[in-house]
Structures are given as C-alpha cells and as structure tokens.
C-alpha cells in the first residue's frame, strides 16, 4: 500500500468511526449530544465526503492528495473543537453558548411542553468518561492523531515522488 494510499484510509476511517462513535453513543447509549458535541460531528461529515472524493479521483494523485490534506484539516478542526470542549468540561474555562435548544411552537405552552420534554445536557458537564477523559477529550486526541498521521503519510508519498 502506499503512503497516499495509506493517507486516504486514515482520513475515511477516522472520521467515520468517530462519527460513528458519536451516533453510537447518541442513539444506542442514550447520551444526548450538548451544542458543541454537535459542532465537532460536522467536521467530520467533511472529512468523510473530502477523503470519499480523494478515493474516487484516484487516479489523479494530486488532486487525491489536496482532498485528503483537506480531510486531514477537518479532522484536525474537530479535534481542535474537542479540545475545547474538553477544557470546557475540566473547568479550564468557559464556554461560547450557553448549550440552549429553540423552543418550537405557536403558543406558550406548545413553547413550554417543547422545552420540558427536551433533555437536559449541559457542554460543561461530561456524560462520560473512561480513565478520566470525557467523550470530548476523546475527540480530540484520536482526531489529531489521525489528522497528524494523514498529514504524516502524505509528506512520505510526496517525498517519494
């Protein structure tokens, strides 16, 4: 395999299994996503649609090669969002929003039966952790691993051509 070759898998893998992780949790474990669990899953859906393109166009290793830097950058942002969100959770500081949904409805009461029926998930808070370090933190350090090891491999296939 080479290293674009190598490069490409990283960037579709990463992202789909973080992505899928995160659905997982959501839709199989019950834990409800706060604003900024969000914010870190678009990146993601990026990063899989750009390394999907560089793996149709192949054949064109340039062009393959700039999609998956690209994935590499999006997977890097939401590491970087992750880390944030992490520091948010720690207490390091504060967060952006106040990780509030909008109410939807007509009346005062359709307003009311929407935002006590919504469940209650707070960005400072972790749902959970393992070791320590929240779903978040997680985020972060597996997306800049990744992100680093795609970039990684793509310097190896350019120094090799």
């Not at 859906?45 to 062009?63: P, S």
Request: net charge positive; with cysteine; hydrophobic share 55%.
């Amino acid at each position: 395999m080479t290293p674009l070759s190598t490069a490409r898998l990283i960037a579709i893998l990463a992202p789909s299994a973080l992505l899928g992780g995160a659905l997982v949790s959501q839709y199989v474990g019950g834990l409800h996503p706060c604003e900024m669990c969000l914010w870190q899953r678009w990146p993601h859906l990026a990063a899989i649609v750009l390394a999907l393109l560089a793996i149709i166009l192949r054949g064109r290793a340039a062009t393959s090669a700039t999609l998956t830097a690209l994935a590499a950058l999006a997977i890097a942002i939401s590491g970087a969002i992750g880390a944030f969100h992490a520091g948010v959770e720690y207490g390091w500081w504060e967060g952006l929003t106040a990780c509030s949904t909008m109410p939807m409805g007509n009346s005062a009461a359709d307003i009311l039966d929407t935002i006590m029926a919504a469940p209650l998930t707070r960005c400072d808070v972790a749902p959970w952790s393992l070791f320590g370090i929240s779903l978040a933190g997680y985020n972060a350090l597996l997306s800049l691993a990744a992100a680093v090891a795609t970039l990684g491999m793509l310097s190896k296939a350019r120094r090799r051509a």
